[in-house]
């Protein structure tokens, strides 16, 4: 296994057996303040309560480059904040710059639930790991593991693991039914940002939240599946929902503190106990090979397996999910063929005006019934212009797709550090999904089967009664 894990392993034991020392206490203070005077260049400011991401002061040299990248690169550091607030968009960059700060680990816990015999744990995977985590047993980036990933899990003790593609399908059923209702009824604001990327909803809610309307209310595709898996799925596998732990398998630190936020117990409330969290732990993918390793789970030597049958299968589309301009490219396939009712133009399929690796990408998209200007950005600090422009109606567009990450999920703060050749790395990532994708029988999330059925036997229709209560939140 690369060193990388080895160290960080080490570094959590560490931690796991001296306690906080690991981490941050106190009090919030400002930098200059909680490092004492020993360095002028004081580190990032990573408070307690953050629930994504840690700092390992009793290694750290108080260089002060952390927040110098977070403040030039990201665009965050710095900032005002609403009171109690920290500028912290949780994106997880800076694990990649600096080996002081991680994530916060929670394999421990998601490992304690695999031993209990009471607990049935539900993992399910997002679309980017599939093309990453291989990186953690020196594979080569873009090294295709999603069948060595279920059975890996399988033989740690997981009792069923599903394919977050599934719900990066139903994202984009919501999502372009959502897109299409504000373009005709003109009654919601415009431009429609996508919701997926916690670190840009984040953003938008500390710095612009101006702009929260203008943000869909679609849940991310991990926070659809923890709401279905308590509730559809639950009732499907005759599984009491207060038994499961539902394990989401992600490249996003970030995503440790969405899921704890208001509005993520739709099953909980569906079931008349609010305690309840639609996902219990998020897990970045390096954390994978850790719980894995300390499973003592030879991850090249596991049995492939398959998804489960149910909640287990995504489109070509969904799968894109994890590079930048995945979601538009997936939502215009489907919104193509609601508005038109026949299969979007060949071109729909490879739209290459939204690929790439251009920080903002645009186009006019003639979906038959309308004409769209769509944008792409991604990397966080790439979207102040953007905004800007919009504001002063130098750039106008209809839908908009933003992530904080550079080249979306497939780089997010929880995979593995690809290092100098992190651009490299990211395009082979990418690459790999998009021929996922070319190869696919199912190249429009509408038509998947899956899909199709839980509309029919549980949620009704997009935007329906069922569908805004467990797969919608309010944006304020």
């Not at 840009?200 to 595709?221: H, Q």
């Amino acid at each position: 296994m690369a060193n990388e894990h080895k160290s960080t392993r080490r570094e959590f034991l560490q931690a796991a057996t001296l306690g906080a020392g690991l981490f941050i206490s106190g009090e919030q203070v400002g930098c200059a303040q909680a490092w004492g005077g020993r360095s002028q260049r004081a580190p990032l400011a990573i408070l307690p309560g953050n629930p994504s991401i840690q700092h390992n002061i009793n290694r750290c040299r108080f260089c002060g480059h952390c927040r110098e990248f977070c403040q030039s690169v990201t665009n965050v550091f710095g900032q005002v904040v609403p009171p109690g607030e920290d500028a912290c968009i949780r994106c997880g960059q800076c694990t990649h710059f600096c080996r002081m700060l991680s994530e916060k680990y929670h394999f421990p816990a998601a490992a304690a639930a695999i031993a209990d015999p009471e607990k049935i744990v539900v993992a399910s995977t997002s679309p980017a790991i599939r093309v990453s985590l291989g990186e953690m047993y020196k594979l080569a980036p873009g090294t295709n593991v999603e069948e060595k990933i279920v059975g890996a899990l399988k033989q740690l003790g997981v009792d069923h693991v599903l394919d977050t593609t599934f719900s990066a399908d139903l994202t984009i059923m919501e999502e372009a039914s959502e897109l299409i209702h504000r373009l005709e009824t003109r009654v919601a604001n415009l431009p429609m940002f996508t919701s997926c990327c916690p670190g840009w909803v984040r953003y938008a809610k500390l710095f612009y939240p101006t702009l929260l309307p203008n943000i869909s209310t679609t849940k991310s595709p991990i926070l659809m599946q923890g709401a279905l898996v308590k509730t559809y799925f639950a009732q499907k596998m005759g599984i009491e929902p207060a038994r499961i732990v539902h394990v989401a398998l992600t490249p996003c630190t970030a995503k440790k503190g969405e899921i704890l936020l208001a509005e993520m117990n739709a099953a909980g409330i569906s079931h008349g106990n609010p305690e309840m969290r639609d996902v219990d732990i998020a897990l970045t993918c390096r954390e994978i090979a850790y719980l894995l390793d300390g499973g003592k789970v030879d991850f090249l030597q596991a049995r492939d397996a398959s998804y489960s049958s149910l909640m287990g299968q995504g489109s070509g589309a969904g799968m894109i999910f994890g590079n930048t301009g995945g979601v538009m490219e997936a939502a215009l396939r489907t919104a193509y063929k609601l508005l038109n009712g026949t299969n979007p133009p060949a071109e729909f399929l490879t739209f290459r005006p939204v690929r790439g690796w251009s920080s903002v990408r645009q186009a006019n998209v003639d979906l038959g019934k309308c004409k769209l200007n769509v944008a792409v950005v991604h990397g966080i600090g790439r979207v102040p212009p953007l905004l800007e422009a919009l504001r002063t109606g130098e750039r106008k567009f209809d839908f908009i797709e933003v992530m904080a990450c550079p080249g979306g999920c497939i780089g997010g703060g929880g995979q593995p550090n690809a290092g100098k050749e992190a651009e490299k790395v990211k395009q082979q990532r990418i690459n790999a999904l998009y021929q996922r994708d070319a190869g696919h029988e199912i190249r429009l999330s509408c038509d998947n089967p899956q899909i199709k059925a839980i509309y029919d036997e549980f949620l009704g229709k997009p935007l329906g009664e069922k569908s805004e209560k467990l797969l919608h939140v309010t944006r304020t």
